[in-house]
């Protein structure tokens, strides 16, 4: 569980330790993320919805605290030859000030919310 507070932001640095033959995807509910670096080198920022690694790969993004207080589907899925099983993993973004502490349903394997999807490696895969 990551605990944010509202009005706030988060720097996260994110490393995929996913097998060698899967990109993974990440989403977070209802929230954007504004990609700042990847693997060591500052980027010109982007904001997205979805993050792509492969296996090693390094990305620094901030997420602004700015939804309604609650708690939020963090999203992992499995895409390639992962993608066959459905292979996905969840963790929950939950505000400090919520007063809400239920969750929508567990959104499965599909999940993504848009097509505002950055592979940090478009031409590798």
Not at 42 to 48: A, E, R, W
Not at 54 to 72: C, H, I, K, M, W
Not at 84 to 94: D, F, M, P, T, V
Request: with cysteine.
């Amino acid at each position: 569980m990551f605990m944010v507070k509202s009005g706030k932001r988060y720097r996260y640095r994110m490393i995929s330790a996913f097998s060698t033959v899967c990109l993974a995807e990440v989403t977070i509910e209802k929230h954007f993320m504004q990609i700042i670096a990847t693997d060591g080198e500052n980027v010109q920022p982007i904001l997205v919805d979805a993050i792509t690694l492969a296996s090693g790969e390094r990305v620094d993004f901030v997420l602004y605290a700015n939804q309604t207080p609650g708690f939020y589907w963090l999203h992992v899925r499995g895409l390639g030859e992962c993608q066959e099983r459905q292979i996905y993993q969840l963790g929950i973004l939950a505000y400090q000030d919520s007063s809400k502490s239920s969750l929508s349903s567990n959104p499965g394997y599909y999940f993504n919310q848009s097509n505002n999807v950055v592979s940090i490696t478009p031409n590798k895969y």
